[in-house]
DNA sequence: AGAGTTCTGCAGCGATCGCTACATAAGTCA
DNA sequence: TGACTTATGTAGCGATCGCTGCAGAACTCT
Protein backbone atom coordinates (compact mmCIF):
# COMPACT_ATOMS: atom_id res chain seq x y z
CA UNK A 1 0.00 0.00 0.00
CA UNK A 2 1.73 3.41 -1.19
CA UNK A 3 0.45 6.18 1.54
CA UNK A 4 2.38 8.78 -0.19
CA UNK A 5 6.00 9.59 -1.49
CA UNK A 6 7.28 11.68 0.93
CA UNK A 7 11.24 13.53 -0.49
CA UNK A 8 13.65 13.39 2.31
CA UNK A 9 10.94 11.84 4.34
CA UNK A 10 12.14 8.83 6.84
CA UNK A 11 14.02 6.10 5.60
CA UNK A 12 12.16 2.85 5.97
CA UNK A 13 8.30 1.54 6.10
CA UNK A 14 6.40 4.08 7.37
CA UNK A 15 4.15 3.37 10.75
CA UNK A 16 0.48 2.25 9.78
CA UNK A 17 -0.83 3.85 12.69
CA UNK A 18 -0.38 7.29 15.20
CA UNK A 19 1.61 6.54 17.76
CA UNK A 20 0.11 9.50 19.75
CA UNK A 21 -3.11 7.64 19.57
CA UNK A 22 -2.19 4.73 20.19
CA UNK A 23 -0.48 5.70 23.40
CA UNK A 24 -3.44 7.23 24.65
CA UNK A 25 -5.27 4.22 24.57
CA UNK A 26 -2.44 2.83 26.71
CA UNK A 27 -2.74 5.33 29.41
CA UNK A 28 -7.05 4.64 28.98
CA UNK A 29 -6.10 0.40 29.43
CA UNK A 30 -3.34 0.83 32.26
CA UNK A 31 -5.32 3.49 33.75
CA UNK A 32 -8.24 0.81 34.37
CA UNK A 33 -6.42 -2.13 34.64
CA UNK A 34 -3.22 -1.71 36.23
CA UNK A 35 0.09 -2.14 34.74
CA UNK A 36 0.22 -5.64 36.04
CA UNK A 37 -3.85 -6.30 35.16
CA UNK A 38 -3.59 -4.88 31.62
CA UNK A 39 -1.96 -7.85 29.32
CA UNK A 40 -0.15 -7.01 26.62
CA UNK A 41 -3.33 -8.54 24.84
CA UNK A 42 -5.47 -6.04 26.65
CA UNK A 43 -2.92 -3.02 25.43
CA UNK A 44 -2.46 -4.50 21.89
CA UNK A 45 -6.34 -4.56 21.48
CA UNK A 46 -7.06 -1.01 22.99
CA UNK A 47 -4.46 0.19 20.84
CA UNK A 48 -5.46 -1.23 17.61
CA UNK A 49 -2.04 -2.73 16.85
CA UNK A 50 0.33 -5.75 16.20
CA UNK A 51 2.68 -6.66 19.62
CA UNK A 52 5.44 -6.76 16.91
CA UNK A 53 3.82 -3.13 16.12
CA UNK A 54 4.06 -2.35 20.10
CA UNK A 55 6.87 -3.62 20.91
CA UNK A 56 9.13 -1.64 17.62
CA UNK A 57 7.28 1.24 18.80
CA UNK A 58 7.75 1.36 22.22
CA UNK A 59 10.14 -0.66 23.43
CA UNK A 60 8.27 -3.28 25.69
CA UNK A 61 5.73 -2.99 28.59
CA UNK A 62 7.71 -1.44 31.64
CA UNK A 63 8.86 1.11 28.99
CA UNK A 64 5.31 1.80 27.19
CA UNK A 65 3.92 2.49 30.63
CA UNK A 66 6.68 5.12 31.52
CA UNK A 67 5.50 6.60 28.67
CA UNK A 68 1.76 5.97 29.18
CA UNK A 69 2.01 7.87 32.92
CA UNK A 70 4.30 10.52 31.01
CA UNK A 71 1.11 11.31 29.03
CA UNK A 72 -1.06 11.14 31.78
CA UNK A 73 0.76 13.85 34.00
CA UNK A 74 0.72 15.84 31.20
CA UNK A 75 -3.17 14.64 30.03
CA UNK A 76 -5.31 13.96 32.81
CA UNK A 77 -3.41 14.70 35.34
CA UNK A 78 -2.33 17.99 33.79
CA UNK A 79 -4.33 19.96 37.04
CA UNK A 80 -1.80 19.76 39.29
CA UNK A 81 0.73 21.77 37.39
CA UNK A 82 -1.71 24.10 36.53
CA UNK A 83 -2.93 24.48 40.39
CA UNK A 84 0.93 25.03 41.55
CA UNK A 85 0.23 28.28 39.92
CA UNK A 86 -2.82 29.19 41.41
CA UNK A 87 -2.04 32.51 43.25
CA UNK A 88 -2.51 31.40 47.06
CA UNK A 89 -1.64 28.51 48.54
CA UNK A 90 -6.08 28.22 49.50
CA UNK A 91 -6.13 28.18 45.57
CA UNK A 92 -3.67 26.01 44.69
CA UNK A 93 -5.25 23.51 48.01
CA UNK A 94 -8.69 24.15 46.72
CA UNK A 95 -7.66 23.55 42.85
CA UNK A 96 -5.70 20.52 43.28
CA UNK A 97 -8.86 18.96 45.16
CA UNK A 98 -11.10 19.56 42.62
CA UNK A 99 -8.92 18.82 39.93
CA UNK A 100 -8.59 15.47 41.39
CA UNK A 101 -12.03 15.00 41.94
CA UNK A 102 -12.81 16.04 38.09
CA UNK A 103 -10.16 14.19 36.53
CA UNK A 104 -11.24 10.52 39.14
CA UNK A 105 -14.68 10.81 38.24
CA UNK A 106 -14.68 11.59 34.27
CA UNK A 107 -17.44 9.86 32.75
CA UNK A 108 -16.31 7.76 29.91
CA UNK A 109 -12.64 7.05 31.18
CA UNK A 110 -11.64 4.77 34.23
CA UNK A 111 -12.41 5.85 37.55
CA UNK A 112 -9.73 6.83 39.64
CA UNK A 113 -6.28 7.97 39.51
CA UNK A 114 -3.41 5.92 37.26
CA UNK A 115 -0.77 6.98 39.35
CA UNK A 116 -2.59 5.97 42.42
CA UNK A 117 -4.24 2.48 41.42
CA UNK A 118 -1.63 1.71 38.24
CA UNK A 119 0.65 -0.53 40.40
CA UNK A 120 -0.30 0.11 44.27
CA UNK A 121 0.71 -3.62 45.14
CA UNK A 122 2.28 -5.87 42.79
CA UNK A 123 4.21 -9.07 42.13
CA UNK A 124 8.13 -9.21 42.06
CA UNK A 125 7.69 -8.49 38.23
CA UNK A 126 6.18 -5.34 39.10
CA UNK A 127 8.73 -3.99 41.59
CA UNK A 128 9.97 -1.72 39.23
CA UNK A 129 6.74 -0.08 37.87
CA UNK A 130 5.56 0.16 41.60
CA UNK A 131 8.89 2.08 42.93
CA UNK A 132 8.29 4.52 39.50
CA UNK A 133 5.24 5.34 41.04
CA UNK A 134 5.96 6.05 44.33
CA UNK A 135 8.61 8.08 42.99
CA UNK A 136 5.43 9.97 40.78
CA UNK A 137 3.28 10.58 44.13
CA UNK A 138 6.39 11.80 46.58
CA UNK A 139 6.98 13.66 43.55
CA UNK A 140 3.78 15.81 43.59
CA UNK A 141 3.59 15.76 46.83
CA UNK A 142 6.97 17.43 46.69
CA UNK A 143 6.20 19.75 44.31
CA UNK A 144 3.34 21.03 46.95
CA UNK A 145 5.18 21.04 49.72
CA UNK A 146 8.06 23.61 47.88
CA UNK A 147 5.01 25.52 46.91
CA UNK A 148 3.49 25.85 50.16
CA UNK A 149 6.96 26.86 51.13
CA UNK A 150 6.88 29.76 48.92
CA UNK A 151 3.78 30.73 50.08
CA UNK A 152 4.95 31.07 53.60
CA UNK A 153 8.41 32.83 52.08
CA UNK A 154 5.57 35.35 51.10
CA UNK A 155 3.29 35.42 53.85
CA UNK A 156 0.68 34.20 51.96
CA UNK A 157 0.72 31.46 54.96
CA UNK A 158 0.79 32.17 58.68
CA UNK A 159 4.40 31.95 60.07
CA UNK A 160 3.53 29.04 62.47
CA UNK A 161 2.37 27.05 59.31
CA UNK A 162 4.22 24.19 58.48
CA UNK A 163 4.55 23.49 54.36
CA UNK A 164 5.36 20.25 54.61
CA UNK A 165 2.69 19.39 56.95
CA UNK A 166 -0.11 21.13 54.73
CA UNK A 167 1.29 19.69 51.64
CA UNK A 168 0.78 16.30 53.06
CA UNK A 169 -2.76 17.16 54.27
CA UNK A 170 -3.89 17.73 50.44
CA UNK A 171 -1.98 14.66 48.88
CA UNK A 172 -3.34 12.55 51.57
CA UNK A 173 -6.36 14.10 50.79
CA UNK A 174 -6.00 13.60 46.80
CA UNK A 175 -4.86 10.26 47.25
CA UNK A 176 -7.99 8.85 48.78
CA UNK A 177 -10.07 11.12 46.96
CA UNK A 178 -8.45 8.44 44.02
CA UNK A 179 -9.51 5.56 46.22
CA UNK A 180 -13.30 6.80 47.03
CA UNK A 181 -13.54 7.55 43.21
CA UNK A 182 -12.39 4.39 42.20
CA UNK A 183 -14.93 2.60 44.64
CA UNK A 184 -17.66 4.51 42.40
CA UNK A 185 -18.25 7.67 45.18
CA UNK A 186 -19.94 10.57 42.41
CA UNK A 187 -18.20 13.60 42.24
CA UNK A 188 -20.76 15.84 43.54
CA UNK A 189 -20.10 14.32 47.51
CA UNK A 190 -16.71 14.12 46.81
CA UNK A 191 -16.63 18.09 46.01
CA UNK A 192 -18.70 18.70 48.79
CA UNK A 193 -16.42 16.83 50.88
CA UNK A 194 -13.53 18.48 49.63
CA UNK A 195 -14.81 22.33 50.54
CA UNK A 196 -15.19 21.31 54.14
CA UNK A 197 -12.19 19.89 54.08
CA UNK A 198 -10.82 23.68 53.36
CA UNK A 199 -13.21 25.49 55.18
CA UNK A 200 -10.69 25.92 57.72
CA UNK A 201 -7.73 27.08 56.01
CA UNK A 202 -4.48 26.39 56.98
CA UNK A 203 -5.57 23.61 59.37
CA UNK A 204 -3.38 23.80 62.70
CA UNK B 1 4.02 -40.86 60.66
CA UNK B 2 1.21 -40.90 63.29
CA UNK B 3 0.57 -37.88 64.60
CA UNK B 4 -2.01 -38.99 67.67
CA UNK B 5 -4.60 -41.26 68.07
CA UNK B 6 -7.80 -39.94 69.16
CA UNK B 7 -11.19 -41.61 70.10
CA UNK B 8 -13.85 -39.99 68.14
CA UNK B 9 -11.56 -37.46 66.42
CA UNK B 10 -12.28 -36.41 62.86
CA UNK B 11 -12.91 -39.29 60.13
CA UNK B 12 -10.00 -39.12 57.45
CA UNK B 13 -6.10 -38.13 57.97
CA UNK B 14 -5.79 -35.28 59.79
CA UNK B 15 -4.29 -31.71 58.28
CA UNK B 16 -0.23 -31.64 58.72
CA UNK B 17 -0.93 -27.96 59.12
CA UNK B 18 -2.38 -25.09 61.08
CA UNK B 19 -4.95 -23.30 58.92
CA UNK B 20 -5.49 -20.73 60.87
CA UNK B 21 -1.57 -20.02 60.90
CA UNK B 22 -1.23 -20.77 56.80
CA UNK B 23 -4.54 -18.46 56.42
CA UNK B 24 -2.28 -15.43 58.51
CA UNK B 25 0.32 -15.55 56.35
CA UNK B 26 -1.72 -15.85 52.97
CA UNK B 27 -3.09 -12.60 54.65
CA UNK B 28 0.07 -11.09 54.27
CA UNK B 29 1.25 -12.60 50.63
CA UNK B 30 -2.28 -11.00 49.49
CA UNK B 31 -1.51 -7.67 51.60
CA UNK B 32 2.22 -7.56 50.46
CA UNK B 33 1.41 -8.15 46.48
CA UNK B 34 -2.74 -7.68 45.96
CA UNK B 35 -4.85 -10.39 45.19
CA UNK B 36 -3.49 -10.63 41.16
CA UNK B 37 0.10 -10.06 42.24
CA UNK B 38 0.20 -13.10 44.83
CA UNK B 39 0.46 -16.07 42.58
CA UNK B 40 -0.41 -19.07 43.89
CA UNK B 41 3.30 -20.23 44.10
CA UNK B 42 3.64 -17.02 46.34
CA UNK B 43 0.95 -17.90 48.36
CA UNK B 44 1.41 -21.57 49.17
CA UNK B 45 5.45 -20.75 49.75
CA UNK B 46 3.93 -18.02 52.22
CA UNK B 47 1.80 -20.74 53.46
CA UNK B 48 4.12 -23.41 53.68
CA UNK B 49 2.20 -26.44 52.19
CA UNK B 50 1.30 -27.30 48.82
CA UNK B 51 -1.03 -26.16 46.16
CA UNK B 52 -2.85 -29.30 46.94
CA UNK B 53 -3.45 -29.04 50.62
CA UNK B 54 -4.27 -25.00 49.99
CA UNK B 55 -6.71 -25.98 47.44
CA UNK B 56 -8.44 -28.76 49.74
CA UNK B 57 -8.12 -26.26 52.58
CA UNK B 58 -9.29 -23.03 51.33
CA UNK B 59 -11.68 -23.72 48.09
CA UNK B 60 -9.72 -21.90 45.40
CA UNK B 61 -7.83 -18.35 45.29
CA UNK B 62 -10.44 -16.54 45.07
CA UNK B 63 -12.29 -18.05 48.75
CA UNK B 64 -9.10 -17.80 50.07
CA UNK B 65 -8.95 -13.91 49.63
CA UNK B 66 -12.12 -13.82 50.50
CA UNK B 67 -10.94 -15.67 53.90
CA UNK B 68 -7.64 -13.47 54.45
CA UNK B 69 -10.12 -10.24 54.13
CA UNK B 70 -12.07 -11.36 56.83
CA UNK B 71 -9.01 -12.49 58.85
CA UNK B 72 -7.33 -8.89 58.05
CA UNK B 73 -10.74 -7.29 59.35
CA UNK B 74 -10.99 -8.70 62.35
CA UNK B 75 -6.96 -8.72 63.11
CA UNK B 76 -5.11 -5.35 61.44
CA UNK B 77 -8.22 -4.19 59.98
CA UNK B 78 -10.10 -3.76 63.83
CA UNK B 79 -9.15 -0.85 64.87
CA UNK B 80 -12.24 0.17 62.48
CA UNK B 81 -14.30 -1.55 64.93
CA UNK B 82 -12.65 -0.80 68.14
CA UNK B 83 -13.03 2.99 67.11
CA UNK B 84 -16.38 2.86 66.15
CA UNK B 85 -16.97 2.61 70.07
CA UNK B 86 -15.36 5.78 70.86
CA UNK B 87 -18.13 7.91 72.54
CA UNK B 88 -17.93 10.80 71.25
CA UNK B 89 -17.58 11.53 67.23
CA UNK B 90 -14.31 13.19 67.67
CA UNK B 91 -12.76 10.27 69.55
CA UNK B 92 -13.99 8.03 66.87
CA UNK B 93 -12.51 9.79 63.93
CA UNK B 94 -9.40 10.52 65.66
CA UNK B 95 -9.13 6.86 66.59
CA UNK B 96 -10.13 5.70 62.97
CA UNK B 97 -7.17 7.86 62.08
CA UNK B 98 -4.39 7.19 64.35
CA UNK B 99 -5.45 2.91 63.71
CA UNK B 100 -5.20 3.35 59.93
CA UNK B 101 -1.38 4.86 60.65
CA UNK B 102 -0.64 2.47 63.15
CA UNK B 103 -1.86 -0.35 60.87
CA UNK B 104 -0.84 0.78 57.69
CA UNK B 105 2.84 1.54 58.61
CA UNK B 106 3.65 -1.06 61.18
CA UNK B 107 7.34 -2.48 61.05
CA UNK B 108 8.12 -5.92 59.82
CA UNK B 109 4.38 -5.82 58.02
CA UNK B 110 3.43 -4.66 54.45
CA UNK B 111 2.84 -0.86 54.39
CA UNK B 112 -0.79 0.27 53.05
CA UNK B 113 -4.11 -1.15 53.56
CA UNK B 114 -5.00 -4.83 52.26
CA UNK B 115 -8.53 -3.23 51.66
CA UNK B 116 -6.94 -0.49 49.14
CA UNK B 117 -4.07 -1.75 47.71
CA UNK B 118 -5.43 -5.45 47.49
CA UNK B 119 -7.23 -4.73 43.76
CA UNK B 120 -7.41 -1.37 43.24
CA UNK B 121 -7.01 -1.97 39.57
CA UNK B 122 -7.31 -5.64 38.45
CA UNK B 123 -7.68 -7.34 35.26
CA UNK B 124 -10.72 -8.80 34.46
CA UNK B 125 -9.85 -11.98 35.81
CA UNK B 126 -10.26 -10.15 39.33
CA UNK B 127 -13.24 -8.05 38.42
CA UNK B 128 -15.17 -10.20 41.70
CA UNK B 129 -12.38 -9.68 44.15
CA UNK B 130 -12.25 -6.01 43.22
CA UNK B 131 -15.70 -5.31 43.83
CA UNK B 132 -15.52 -7.09 46.83
CA UNK B 133 -12.77 -4.60 48.14
CA UNK B 134 -15.10 -1.98 46.98
CA UNK B 135 -18.01 -3.48 48.98
CA UNK B 136 -15.54 -3.76 51.80
CA UNK B 137 -14.41 0.26 51.71
CA UNK B 138 -18.33 1.14 51.19
CA UNK B 139 -19.17 -0.80 53.79
CA UNK B 140 -16.53 0.88 56.48
CA UNK B 141 -17.93 4.39 54.96
CA UNK B 142 -21.37 3.51 55.98
CA UNK B 143 -20.53 1.89 59.51
CA UNK B 144 -18.65 5.48 60.32
CA UNK B 145 -21.63 7.44 58.91
CA UNK B 146 -24.06 5.44 60.52
CA UNK B 147 -21.92 6.04 64.01
CA UNK B 148 -21.99 9.95 62.95
CA UNK B 149 -25.54 9.63 62.46
CA UNK B 150 -25.72 8.48 66.45
CA UNK B 151 -23.40 11.61 67.30
CA UNK B 152 -25.85 13.65 65.68
CA UNK B 153 -28.92 12.03 67.43
CA UNK B 154 -27.17 12.33 70.52
CA UNK B 155 -26.07 16.12 70.14
CA UNK B 156 -22.85 14.76 70.02
CA UNK B 157 -22.40 16.67 66.96
CA UNK B 158 -23.85 20.42 66.05
CA UNK B 159 -27.84 19.91 64.69
CA UNK B 160 -26.05 21.55 60.80
CA UNK B 161 -23.56 18.39 60.63
CA UNK B 162 -23.49 16.63 57.88
CA UNK B 163 -22.80 12.50 59.12
CA UNK B 164 -22.43 11.31 55.37
CA UNK B 165 -19.99 14.31 54.39
CA UNK B 166 -18.13 13.74 57.75
CA UNK B 167 -17.80 10.13 57.51
CA UNK B 168 -16.30 10.77 53.60
CA UNK B 169 -13.80 13.20 54.70
CA UNK B 170 -12.30 10.30 57.88
CA UNK B 171 -12.60 8.02 55.19
CA UNK B 172 -10.87 9.87 52.96
CA UNK B 173 -8.02 10.33 54.91
CA UNK B 174 -7.90 6.92 56.14
CA UNK B 175 -7.79 5.59 52.84
CA UNK B 176 -5.05 8.75 51.57
CA UNK B 177 -3.23 7.57 54.47
CA UNK B 178 -3.05 3.78 53.19
CA UNK B 179 -1.76 5.28 49.95
CA UNK B 180 0.91 7.36 51.91
CA UNK B 181 1.93 4.43 53.80
CA UNK B 182 2.34 2.52 50.40
CA UNK B 183 4.73 4.92 49.03
CA UNK B 184 7.24 4.97 52.26
CA UNK B 185 5.88 7.67 54.45
CA UNK B 186 6.60 7.23 57.90
CA UNK B 187 4.51 7.00 60.56
CA UNK B 188 5.20 10.24 62.66
CA UNK B 189 5.02 12.65 59.80
CA UNK B 190 1.49 10.94 58.61
CA UNK B 191 -0.02 10.97 62.62
CA UNK B 192 1.18 15.12 62.68
CA UNK B 193 -1.09 15.40 59.42
CA UNK B 194 -3.77 13.61 60.96
CA UNK B 195 -3.75 15.88 64.12
CA UNK B 196 -3.95 18.52 62.29
CA UNK B 197 -6.66 17.22 59.69
CA UNK B 198 -8.74 17.05 63.01
CA UNK B 199 -7.97 20.44 64.68
CA UNK B 200 -11.17 21.93 63.51
CA UNK B 201 -13.73 18.96 64.63
CA UNK B 202 -16.27 19.30 62.84
CA UNK B 203 -15.25 20.52 59.74
CA UNK B 204 -18.11 22.42 57.93
C1' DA C 1 16.18 -0.73 -11.16
C1' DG C 2 18.44 -2.34 -7.14
C1' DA C 3 20.26 -1.79 -2.46
C1' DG C 4 19.22 -0.42 2.07
C1' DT C 5 16.02 0.50 5.95
C1' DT C 6 12.00 0.14 8.69
C1' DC C 7 7.42 -1.66 9.78
C1' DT C 8 3.94 -5.41 9.77
C1' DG C 9 1.60 -10.11 10.21
C1' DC C 10 2.21 -14.76 11.42
C1' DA C 11 3.69 -18.03 14.25
C1' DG C 12 5.49 -19.60 18.28
C1' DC C 13 9.09 -19.30 22.05
C1' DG C 14 9.93 -20.60 27.31
C1' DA C 15 7.83 -19.41 31.58
C1' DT C 16 4.22 -18.99 34.60
C1' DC C 17 -0.73 -18.77 35.51
C1' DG C 18 -4.69 -21.13 38.43
C1' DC C 19 -5.95 -25.57 39.10
C1' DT C 20 -6.50 -30.82 39.20
C1' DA C 21 -6.01 -36.21 38.53
C1' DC C 22 -4.03 -39.84 40.68
C1' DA C 23 -1.73 -42.78 43.80
C1' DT C 24 -0.38 -43.07 48.43
C1' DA C 25 -0.33 -41.90 53.45
C1' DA C 26 -2.73 -41.57 57.78
C1' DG C 27 -6.34 -41.44 60.29
C1' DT C 28 -11.59 -43.47 62.23
C1' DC C 29 -14.94 -46.87 61.82
C1' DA C 30 -17.03 -51.82 62.03
C1' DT D 1 -8.09 -56.75 60.05
C1' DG D 2 -10.37 -54.49 56.17
C1' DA D 3 -13.59 -50.82 54.51
C1' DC D 4 -14.03 -45.98 54.49
C1' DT D 5 -12.58 -41.11 54.64
C1' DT D 6 -9.55 -37.29 54.26
C1' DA D 7 -4.88 -35.14 53.44
C1' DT D 8 -0.55 -35.10 50.97
C1' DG D 9 3.05 -35.24 47.15
C1' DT D 10 4.00 -35.71 42.37
C1' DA D 11 3.24 -34.53 38.09
C1' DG D 12 1.14 -32.10 34.70
C1' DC D 13 -3.18 -30.06 32.58
C1' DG D 14 -4.77 -26.06 29.13
C1' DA D 15 -4.39 -21.18 29.06
C1' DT D 16 -2.09 -17.06 29.20
C1' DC D 17 2.03 -14.34 30.26
C1' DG D 18 5.70 -11.03 28.01
C1' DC D 19 8.27 -11.24 24.14
C1' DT D 20 10.73 -12.47 19.58
C1' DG D 21 12.34 -14.70 14.77
C1' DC D 22 11.35 -14.45 10.32
C1' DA D 23 9.67 -13.37 5.82
C1' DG D 24 7.54 -10.08 3.23
C1' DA D 25 5.70 -5.28 2.52
C1' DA D 26 6.54 -0.38 1.95
C1' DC D 27 9.23 3.18 1.92
C1' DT D 28 14.02 6.31 0.70
C1' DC D 29 18.24 6.15 -1.12
C1' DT D 30 21.90 5.86 -5.25
Not at 15 to 20: E, I, M, P, S, V
Not at 108 to 130: F, I, K, T, Y
Request: with cysteine.
Amino acid sequence: MRVGTKQNGPIGRPRGFDADEALERAVLAFWEHGYEGASTAILTDAMGISTTSMYAAFGNKKELFRKALERYTAGPGGYLAQALEEPTALGVATAILAGTIRSTTRPAHPQGCMGVQGALAASDAGREVRELLIAWRNDSHSSVRERFQRALDEGDLPAESDPALLARYVTTLSFGIAVQAASGVCRDELQAMADAALRNWPPA
